[in-house]
């Protein structure tokens, strides 16, 4: 595991690659899961560069009734990719829910 903090070129590389693959994803995944949802979740996550607390503080609070753990977990893979606890870029885990040649919602 790599434990190398990502500078902040990587991350906004790996932010700008997430919306270069949102249209390319699966707006829901076959559990119901919004998916679109979740890379908007990493997305905001890596430009804002959030650590745990702050991911927990705006995607964790299970009593809200807009909470998603799925997002929640999403968002989280972020973050921890960011400090170097996640090797592969949160990128990498979308194309393989992409239709060649059809764009998402």
């Known amino acids: 595991m790599n434990t190398k903090i990502r500078s902040l070129n990587e991350v ?4 700008d690659a997430l919306e270069q ?3 390319r994803v699966f707006p829901v995944s076959k559990f ?3 998916n679109h949802a979740a890379v908007d ?3 905001e996550v890596l430009r804002k560069r959030m650590c745990p607390v702050s991911v927990y503080r705006d995607f964790g609070d299970d009593t809200n009734d807009e909470f998603d753990q799925y ?3 999403s968002a989280l893979y972020a973050s921890n ?3 170097g606890e996640e ?3 949160p990128s990498n885990d979308w194309p393989l829910m992409a239709i060649a040649g059809v764009t998402g919602v």
């Open 12 to 15: 906004l590389a790996e932010a």
């Open 87 to 89: 090797n592969n870029p």
């Open 81 to 83: 990719w960011i400090r």
């Open 41 to 43: 979740a990493q997305i």
């Open 71 to 73: 997002i929640l977990d």
């Open 32 to 34: 119901g899961d919004d």
């Open 21 to 23: 693959v949102k249209p």
